[in-house]
DNA sequence: GACGCCAAAATCGTATACAATCTTGAAGAC
DNA sequence: GTCTTCAAGATTGTATACGATTTTGGCGTC
């Protein structure tokens, strides 16, 4: 129930709230995402809750066991890695790309998420801040203009918040490093060598300060995750 | 009705059968996908049908129009080149991983599905052929061992057999080229550099065998193309 | 004859109903 | 006291029903 002003619950609007509360850690892995129950936070039918929930398991955000229902997704180990593998495929050279075309408005754009992103986390909203750091990386790839690619990356990135969940080990400092700024420098400077460089050991730093042993998660309520 | 022992339908294997359809051409670009016409011919209502729709559409096999209905894609120019330009990001590197892990049973099976391809094409069976053809890409994702690269790739895949649809010139030879041949030399030897640069300049090769300019299609009857 | 309008038919979107499967918990045997 | 069994409850899977939107075809007007 995001949106102050009442929102028509559809099964892709549903799916989109429900993706927000997983993105901001509202909603940890393992829950459960049972239909009826979902239903009735939305004020809706089965069908639509389950359309929704199909939905978000084509993302790999939410795994669907035949006859038990839906869960948030738990990556495991070797999940977290091959994200971080594939994020480091792509995600580099669209830097490189997006330093490129990049326009004034864009640079500004990036920068409101970044403004946004240190807002949240002074406001002690780190599952917000969380979120407007990954939109910081969607935002890269669409400026790209690569709508295919932007589309994996999107995936990639929700599921890396996922990742985060279960792996986290600095509970503090989220995406907060410099990196988002350095790379800022080199888009506003058109440098894609140094964006795709850039861009390349942030996501190596993300990986490498994940603890890939340790499990951490509590589900909570439902209704309690979804309120606001 | 693929599969002679009679298959139980599902959302999953309707989508599955609906996707090998279009792999193999006997779907094409534009055709309507109606809710009733699909669930008479699997027999079944047309609940399942709408998940199976939903799964394909999800893979950008499928478009669904709200309150129009479901209509096998047309990919634009635009997103044919982004689909290849995200190919050449993933695929080679992944080839390089899949040489030097690659075992004698892999290379044994990416030999069976050359050769199968090669059997279809002279059968005939150019859909067939297509179809086997991007098993071979599929496969090598598959062998490095790369879960989450290789939706990805299957994914870009699927799409590409839309796009050669939709934009191919030469008629005759498909990916009969000497590129999967050459591969497979690079990968018996283990040599990951080859591989890499032989899988980089194969998909380039596709990309250029396209004309971006005409479009060519015909859809047919829906009953016609998944009857066997 | 061409265009526009309106009603009927077809198709999709959502809700509800019923069937199949799984979970839970209590009763009974050892 | 622990384990097994089985039945009742809960939850998901599929089918059907109804409402909303779009498409289609015919009629009338210009």
Redesign the interface.
């Known amino acids: 129930m995001n949106e102050l002003n009442t929102t028509v619950w559809t099964p892709d609007t549903i799916a989109q709230d429900l993706e927000r509360a997983i993105h901001e850690h509202r909603l940890t892995p393992g829950s459960k995402l049972g239909e009826d129950e979902i239903g009735e936070i939305y004020a809706t039918s089965r069908t639509s809750v389950r359309?929704a929930l199909?939905?978000l398991s084509?993302?790999r955000l939410v795994e669907l066991k035949r006859n038990r229902g839906a869960f948030v997704a738990q990556p495991s180990v070797?999940?977290a890695r091959?994200?971080f593998?594939?994020r480091s495929?792509?995600e580099p050279?669209t830097a490189r790309s997006a330093a490129t075309r990049m326009s004034d408005e864009d640079l500004a754009r990036l920068q409101s998420h970044i403004d946004a992103e240190h807002t949240a986390l002074h406001a002690g909203d780190n599952g917000r801040a969380l979120y407007l750091s990954g939109e910081f990386h969607n935002e890269i790839a669409r400026i790209a203009d690569?709508?295919?690619?932007a589309a994996?990356v999107a995936e990639?990135v929700s599921r890396s918040s996922l990742i985060i969940a279960l792996y986290w080990q600095r509970r503090a400092a989220i995406c907060e490093s410099t990196a988002h700024h350095m790379l800022m420098k080199a888009f506003a400077e058109g440098d894609g060598d140094a964006a795709e460089d850039l861009m390349k050991s942030h996501l190596l730093d993300l990986l490498t300060s994940l603890d890939l042993k340790n499990k951490t998660s509590a589900p909570g309520s439902l209704a309690e995750a979804l309120k606001r």
Do not use: N, S, W, Y
């Not at 690569?146 to 690619?149: A, L």
């Open positions: 359309a199909q939905a084509h993302k070797k999940e091959e994200v593998e594939a495929l792509l050279r690569q709508v295919t690619i994996f990639l």
